[in-house]
């Protein structure tokens, strides 16, 4: 089983929508949860943290659930500015692992 | 203030020579790690560093890597005799603190070509 696992994707989407992003990880000593978004050719950035009792930011929400060991990215809105891939980052021991990264395509 | 700063942004290099990649992390920060991302790929860890001493290297190839990061100066990645699947992204990240729960700081990264 890989360490932190994602939708394959790519999701296209007109704009406006709503999309969700799952992310499951392995490691039950994972202490810390993280959104990150790549631009196509360019370094990650954050996007969010993610905790326990769910986190908002704008039109993003994310949420954790501990016992599940399961990540999840809802996007409201699209906008064209969205297009990207997202990645799901699990903290264990210092060290932050990514998932594979899910690609998000949103049209007009 | 300026970010974390990689270089070469682009380096082709061919079979059998080495190649050196430098990172030098943004101003505060001690901590630096590097990242390997094939193409279609995620990134996956390679080692992790504080001034003068490595801290994890668990991602690292047993052979032809090595990392460092001296008192004075960039953190230098190095591939010796570097093989066509050498051929990725190599993202730099740094820290202020070795507690993660804070956000990683990302380079452009240096792209490996290797004919």
């Known amino acids: 089983r890989k360490e932190v696992e994602q939708d394959p994707g790519p999701f296209n989407v007109p704009e406006g929508a709503t999309v969700a992003f799952n992310c499951t990880y392995s490691?039950?000593?994972?202490?810390?949860f993280f959104w990150y978004r790549q631009d196509c050719r360019k370094e990650p950035k954050l996007l969010m943290s993610?905790?326990?009792s769910g986190n908002e930011d704008g039109r993003f929400t994310a949420q954790l659930n501990r016992a599940s060991q399961y990540i999840s990215l809802l996007i409201r809105d699209s906008k064209l500015s969205d297009s990207a891939t997202y990645l799901c980052?699990?903290?264990?021991?210092?060290?932050?692992?990514f998932g594979k990264g899910t690609m998000l395509l949103v049209s007009p | 203030n300026a970010g974390v700063m990689q270089n070469p942004r682009h380096l082709v290099r061919r079979r059998g020579q080495e190649a050196r990649l430098r990172c030098s992390p943004m101003?505060?920060?001690?901590?630096v790690y590097w990242y390997r991302q094939l193409p279609e790929e995620g990134l996956k860890f390679m080692v992790y560093l504080q001034k003068e001493n490595i801290i994890d290297e668990s991602g690292m190839p047993k052979e032809r890597f090595s990392a460092e990061f001296p008192k004075e100066g960039p953190s230098i990645l190095r591939i010796q005799q570097v093989v066509r699947g050498d051929s990725a992204a190599y993202f730099c990240?740094?820290?202020?603190?070795?507690?993660?729960?804070?956000?990683?700081?990302f380079g452009e990264g240096s792209r490996l070509t290797v004919l």
């Open positions: 993610v905790y326990s």
């Open positions: 980052v699990v903290n264990a021991y210092s060290t932050l692992t």
């Open positions: 101003k505060g920060h001690s901590h």
């Open positions: 490691n039950s000593a994972s202490q810390s």
């Open positions: 990240a740094s820290s202020p603190k070795d507690d993660t729960t804070g956000e990683l700081f």
